[in-house]
């Protein structure tokens, strides 16, 4: 059992490890490629179809070599997914045009308890009181870290609240399919990025001409900002199999909660790369996340404890002593009746 459970735990944390590194390496290079002082790329939404398209030739290389297998879910759900998805990255990029960062932030950190609600609703999932208390503790730690000035309207609170639902909705749905169709999490990925590239490069420059009011075409491009639009992708790459991976072993709740830990790689490579003021608030919001990532890790194992021994409990497959003592009070009292035999002739 211990001889099985180790690799186990040893690709769970490959998985994590992935998403963390990739996710906070991919944050990085889209800063140097977007940020004014960089290449001043500010087309985010086309970048995403751009990230996309390059997961998908991944997955139809892939598919194509025989390193996965391909199996059958209907389009309605890949693009009902891709639909979601795309609301999603819209939401969130026009949640960041027209919000505060500070109610940008407070919109992410909802959707921790919107996940677990959804859940509760969709697939009727309950909490113990130690995965709630660790949860709050998270979002109390990440939101002393990054929440600053809260100013919000009324167009920003509703692309707020698309942005965190179709999010929610999304990370939820791909554990779902995964477990309704017994797809692996890349071969998913590889059916739902094609639809979401095609999508995304079509409507994408529009979306970015009304969040930056410019188009795609106007935009110079150098050998360091296609560099830079490269590394990005190949990221997106290892970005996007890991979130499906990690959904898939675990859940969105878990992915959300431990997903945090890039926010806290953030700050800390912000302050060390790009000299980003870093505060006494800060460090100590860093402290009190990492902390309830320590302590929803600690709960988690707890459940699963609880659960494993639930489903171990002995099964009652013989009679007690006293249910064998009233069987033979019955027996007894029965009354007997005379069988008569029948002499066989010679």
């Known amino acids: 059992m211990g001889s099985e459970m180790k690799p186990r735990a040893v690709s769970d944390v490959g998985a994590w490890a992935m998403n963390v590194i990739s996710s906070v390496g991919i944050i990085m290079a889209n800063k140097q490629l977007m940020f004014s002082g960089g290449y001043g790329f500010s087309f ?44 999603s990255i819209t939401g969130m990029n026009f949640s960041l045009m027209l919000n505060s960062v500070g109610f940008y932030q407070i919109s992410k950190l909802s959707m921790i308890p919107v996940v677990c609600v959804m859940e509760w609703i969709l697939h009727n999932k309950h909490y113990s009181k130690e995965v709630k208390m660790a949860v709050v ?16 309207n009324a167009k920003g609170f509703i692309c707020a609240c698309v942005a965190v639902l179709s999010t929610s909705l999304q990370q939820i749905s791909i554990g779902s399919l995964q477990k309704k169709y017994s797809i692996g999490s890349f071969e998913l990925l590889s059916k739902t990025a094609p639809i979401q590239a095609i999508s995304l490069l079509i409507f994408g420059p529009f979306v970015d001409y009304y969040l ?9 491009m150098s050998y360091g900002a296609l560099i830079f639009i490269l590394l990005s992708c190949s990221l997106a790459v290892f970005c996007n199999v890991s979130q499906y991976l990690c959904i898939g072993r675990f859940s969105a709740v878990s992915f959300q909660v431990l997903g945090h830990m890039k926010t806290v790689c953030v700050l800390t490579l912000g302050w060390l790369i790009f000299d980003s003021e870093l505060t006494i608030k800060n460090i100590m919001g860093m402290f009190i996340a990492v902390l309830g990532m320590i302590i929803y890790s600690w709960a988690v194992e707890l459940e699963k404890q609880a659960n494993a021994k639930a489903s171990t409990l002995p099964v009652k497959h013989s009679l007690t002593e006293e249910e064998i003592r009233l069987l033979k009070e019955g027996l007894e009292e029965a009354p007997l009746k005379d069988i008569k035999l029948g002499d066989t002739k010679a």
Do not use: Q, R
Not at 55 to 78: F, I, M, Q, R
Not at 139 to 149: A, E, H, K, L, S
Not at 212 to 220: R, V
């Open 44 to 87: 985010a939404t086309t970048l995403t179809g751009f990230h996309f398209t390059v997961t998908a030739l991944v997955g139809l290389v892939s598919n194509a070599a025989g390193y996965s297998a391909s199996k059958h879910v209907p389009l309605w759900e890949l693009l009902w997914f891709s639909i979601v998805a795309n609301m």
């Open 137 to 152: 503790v998270v979002v109390i730690g990440v939101g002393v870290c990054t929440v600053t000035d809260v100013k919000v």
């Open 212 to 220: 930056s009011g410019k188009f795609i075409t106007t935009y110079k």
